[in-house]
């Protein structure tokens, strides 16, 4: 079975930094798009951050600036570095992939962040 398994999370100061990371690992894979969603309570999941096969990357709008997600090169861990961290940061980040044998996408398990003022 594919497993995703997140690190890195936990509590930080306005201002810090935090770095997650994904380990694709399992059965073979080839992966397509890597991503990470963040869901606040009572807040719809959104999109962080993805990066494509062809290693181009889209941010949302809120984290631009502040965030990179760097993938290393074998494609089978997806990192997300937060710089500059706010409160409003606070949420329970998912990784996600999209890969090439049913169910075809898969997510992680999730890892708490939460930003301190």
């Known amino acids: 079975q594919v497993r995703l398994v997140e690190s890195g999370g936990g509590l930080v100061q306005a201002g810090g930094s935090l770095r997650l990371s994904c380990a694709v690992s399992g059965i073979t894979l080839s992966i397509n798009d890597m991503a990470w969603y963040r869901q606040a309570p009572g807040k719809q999941r959104e999109l962080v951050a993805l990066i494509t096969s062809g290693d181009n990357t889209n941010y949302a709008d809120p984290v631009k600036g502040r965030f990179t997600i760097p993938r290393d090169n074998t494609k089978n861990r997806v990192n997300l570095q937060m710089n500059s961290l706010k409160p409003e940061d606070t949420a329970k980040y998912f990784c996600?992939?999209?890969?090439?044998?049913?169910?075809?996408?898969?997510w992680g398990q999730g890892t708490q962040v939460t930003v301190s003022s």
């Open positions: 996600y992939v999209n890969g090439d044998r049913w169910p075809y996408n898969y």
